[in-house]
């Protein structure tokens, strides 16, 4: 099984600001890695899958970048919105799926 | 729209057992295959079942291999999982998730249904 790890576990940020968050990956996953956001309450929402492609709907402040077993979710000049908790997944070597422990980013 | 939306979710007692649904609209639900995602409370993402869109191949996690059970009707726009001999570590928020594209072995997912929670609690 692929273990996923995430840095740090919480971000705090001033609205505007940059948010960078790495997640690792215990063996290669190529570039099948994707990103999520979760707001409480409700459910994840895909952000970036391919390592680097937005999805749908996806504002082009969120980019990803990596490949193998290092990857960043980059959140430029953050809006109030992007509070929330960030999870990876890798769906390269599966069953089973595997998520990273998530970080939370929050309002500094 | 694309849509998932989950019910069946409730308290059962150690032991007890339980089926969840998902019902699918907005897409050709045949075409995708579908998982179940849960979440315990204040806790991470766990992956626990899949099945094929055809129905062919299903898959299972660890921690629910020989207790849970994942099925589809695809006349009905509808994914089920049958959970039995339930635990007080299965209490979680069971989402549905549709793999992302339908086309390729490539499991992301997008879009999830809300959720139901499932409380096993004497």
């Known amino acids: 099984e692929i273990v996923m790890t995430q840095s740090p576990a919480t971000l705090s940020v001033s609205p505007g600001e940059t948010a960078t968050l790495s997640c690792r990956a215990s063996?290669?996953?190529?570039?099948?890695l994707a990103w999520y956001q979760q707001k409480p309450g409700q459910a994840p929402r895909l952000l970036i899958y391919?390592?680097?492609t937005r999805a749908t709907g996806i504002p082009a402040r969120f980019s990803g970048s990596g490949s193998g077993t290092e990857f960043t979710l980059t959140i430029s000049s953050l809006q109030s919105e992007d509070f929330a908790v960030y999870y990876c997944?890798?769906?390269?070597?599966?069953?089973?799926?595997?998520f990273g422990p998530g970080t939370k980013v929050d309002i500094k | 729209q694309v849509q998932l939306v989950e019910s069946g979710g409730g308290v059962v007692q150690p032991g007890g057992s339980l089926r969840l649904s998902c019902a699918a609209s907005?897409?050709?639900?045949?075409?995708?295959?579908i998982h179940w995602v849960r979440q315990a409370p204040g806790k991470g993402l766990e992956w626990v079942a899949s099945?094929?869109?055809?129905?062919?191949?299903?898959y299972y996690a660890d921690s629910v291999k020989g207790r849970l059970t994942i099925s589809r009707d695809n006349s009905k726009n509808t994914l089920y999982v049958q959970m039995n001999s339930l635990r007080a570590e299965d209490t979680a928020v069971y989402y549905c998730?549709?793999?992302?594209?339908?086309?390729?072995?490539?499991?992301?997912?997008?879009?999830w249904g809300q959720g139901t929670l499932v409380t096993v609690s004497s």
């Open positions: 063996q290669s996953v190529s570039s099948n």
């Open positions: 997944q890798q769906y390269n070597n599966w069953p089973p799926v595997t």
């Open positions: 099945i094929r869109y055809d129905g062919s191949k299903k």
């Open positions: 998730a549709r793999k992302g594209a339908a086309a390729g072995d490539f499991h992301w997912f997008d879009p």
């Open positions: 907005g897409f050709t639900f045949s075409d995708y295959d």
């Open positions: 391919g390592a680097s």
